[in-house]
């Protein structure tokens, strides 16, 4: 089982089954990923846990191009909002995607 954390806004919507795109940077440790997986998502407030499947694996360069791939509100965006690729680089610096490039998990509530 692979643990991730997530702030209240993203866990809510996968929570929610809205959000089933999880975006991370295809480092070492998501590149032993795989279709089947089960990732357990916690709260980092409240250490809630959700169980979720992985069903399949984006691979792109940066998450420019992760962004013109999928609608907004499968990542996690309101309708209302902007999406924008650049809020990921709070969590992830350019030069990370550089060498790594990212990954957008496809994942199924279980």
């Not at 295809?26 to 169980?51: A, P, S």
């Not at 909002?81 to 809020?87: G, K, P, R, V």
Request: glycine residues 6%; aromatic residues 10%.
């Amino acid at each position: 089982m692979i643990n991730m954390h997530l702030k209240d806004k993203p866990f809510q919507n996968i929570k929610s089954g809205r959000k089933n795109i999880e975006m991370r940077l295809y480092d070492e440790k998501r590149q032993q990923l795989k279709i089947g997986d089960i990732i357990k998502f916690t709260h980092n407030e409240t250490g809630e846990e959700i169980l979720a499947k992985i069903v399949k694996l984006h691979i792109f360069k940066n998450f420019d191009e992760l962004y013109k791939h999928f609608n907004k509100e499968q990542l996690g965006y309101d309708s209302n909002e902007i999406a924008l690729s650049s809020d990921m680089s709070e969590y992830y610096p350019e030069i990370e995607q550089q060498k790594y490039g990212v990954v957008g998990i496809e994942i199924q509530l279980i």
